[in-house]
């Protein structure tokens, strides 16, 4: 056969393999995990990452990061300010605003705004929690309160994009991907990062699925939505008279293909290609098992306040613990509805009704499992909230804020019981033992046995890392 005819022949074939499996739930499935677009690296397998062997002993083999989207007050939370009570209704210094972006009060007089909320000591630690969050409040002792974050950018898709990639520069891989990337996953039925979403509170600002993304890695690495009523995924279910035998029977008659085409052309795009078909079949089975909660006890339904896979936060959590138990290796759940510039105290006991009990769950559940020791979990939003006045009368709320706000991190190697940092008397300047998000970051993959520093992907000439050139490992929250 001619040169040119051979070509035109296995591209007639490839067409056919990509073409007549439209329909199928499994290829469906396969197309959402991006499996056509795959880089052709082969640098890491599925089930296997690029750090062999670890760089550091692996304290957390797992990351559940609890995202309040929005950006909940550190003030309502985890920052009593007694100066800021004092001088409530004053005007704010000027020292602390002049020449600082502020995101929706310039131009306006800026007052003190004091808590809105009392704050009392918890647990043998004596750490100072607000009363929004009562039942967070009784877990102290495992949390430690880092109380001096800072990040870059003040409006919300860019902060996300900083807290879930390291930069504000869009289409970097986020930070599930880059574990993905560096450890794989210890899943062989679900995908390694899984990102479960709710809302509930004031203006829940949508989130886009790049903040998920894989960026320039290869393509598997990517988050994957799981919906938390419905069918989780979609296309997971097969289409009527497709059963299990003949679905299986197309994935294997597929993947033969595909193998001899690749003992022609040894394009690893194919080998992966092959990977993620079997994983999207083996997803039909697993994902909604996964989704039954009918084996939960009633007392575990009951402490996290859920009867069932409804969308809520709640459900969320029971779910990133049953796919923490699976292996999955990052898991990510968004609650949106913090975002409060008016009505703060109103919206602030909707999204801590709707979270704190869940969290502590989350956290309490994982302990009696023996888990927490090696899952990370991580709490807090894209940024805090000023100290100023924001709003009409007697509904105040608080502005975008991120020179100074608060998270917690807990298990997973991380001292429990324990505040680290400050922020200035007023709440507005993260002033001692300052951490940024790429420290945030490089705690984490530290964690995880990965040395931030080492863990690179080399494009466009470039050795990139999530933390870029920045980042240092905040050893004081240790264990």
Request: charge should be neutral; hydrophobic fraction near 35%; charged fraction near 20%.
């Amino acid at each position: 056969m001619h040169p040119l005819e051979q070509h035109m022949a296995y591209s007639s074939r490839r067409s056919f393999l990509q073409n007549s499996s439209v329909g199928l739930g499994a290829t469906a499935l396969a197309s959402l995990l991006n499996a056509d677009g795959l880089a052709a690296s082969g640098d890491a397998q599925r089930t296997g990452g690029v750090v062999q062997p670890l760089h550091f002993p692996q304290k957390a083999k797992r990351v559940i990061f609890l995202c309040m989207a929005g950006g909940p007050s550190h003030l309502e939370t985890f920052d009593y300010k007694p100066k800021l009570a004092e001088m409530d209704g004053q005007p704010m210094p000027a020292e602390f605003t002049a020449g600082q972006p502020i995101a929706q009060l310039q131009g306006q007089t800026l007052r003190c705004q004091g808590p809105l909320i009392g704050f009392n000591k918890h647990g043998e630690s004596g750490q100072e929690i607000s009363d929004f969050l009562p039942h967070t409040a009784k877990l102290a002792d495992d949390l430690c309160i880092i109380r001096s974050m800072r990040t870059d950018q003040i409006n919300h898709d860019p902060a996300h994009t900083v807290m879930n990639t390291g930069t504000s520069i869009s289409g970097r891989p986020s930070m599930g991907s880059w574990i993905n990337y560096g450890l794989g996953s210890e899943s062989a039925d679900l995908p390694g990062f899984v990102v479960l979403t709710s809302e509930g509170g004031r203006n829940p600002q949508p989130i886009s699925s790049r903040q998920w993304h894989s960026g320039f890695l290869p393509s598997r690495m990517q988050g994957v939505e799981f919906r938390s009523n419905g069918d989780p995924v979609h296309y997971v279910n097969n289409p009527a008279g497709v059963t299990a035998t003949r679905q299986r029977d197309v994935v294997e008659t597929i993947n033969a293909l595909n193998r001899v085409r690749n003992e022609t052309v040894d394009n690893p795009e194919i080998a992966t290609r092959i990977g993620q078909y079997e994983l999207a079949f083996r997803m039909q089975a697993s994902v909604p098992e996964l989704m039954d909660l009918s084996g939960e006890t009633q007392s575990t339904l009951d402490m996290y306040g859920t009867q069932g896979a409804d969308g809520s936060y709640a459900a969320n959590c029971l779910l990133a613990r049953r796919l923490a138990e699976r292996g999955v290796r990052f898991i990510h759940l968004y609650h949106r509805g913090w975002d409060h510039h008016g009505d703060l105290v109103s919206y602030m006991k909707t999204c801590c009704g709707l979270t704190d009990k869940p969290t502590a769950a989350l956290l309490t559940d994982l302990k009696q499992r023996g888990m927490l020791d090696d899952t990370l979990i991580i709490w807090g939003g894209e940024f805090g909230r000023t100290p100023m006045f924001q709003g009409k009368g007697k509904n105040p709320g608080r502005d975008h804020h991120i020179r100074g706000f608060s998270m917690w991190m807990a298990g997973g190697g991380i001292r429990g019981g324990m505040t680290h940092g400050a922020t200035d008397e007023l709440g507005y300047n993260a002033t001692d033992n300052v951490v940024h998000v790429n420290d945030l970051h490089a705690t984490m993959l530290h964690q995880l046995g990965i040395d931030h520093k080492r863990l690179t992907y080399r494009f466009q000439g470039r050795d990139f890392r999530l933390t870029d050139i920045h980042g240092q490992v905040v050893r004081d929250i240790l264990a």
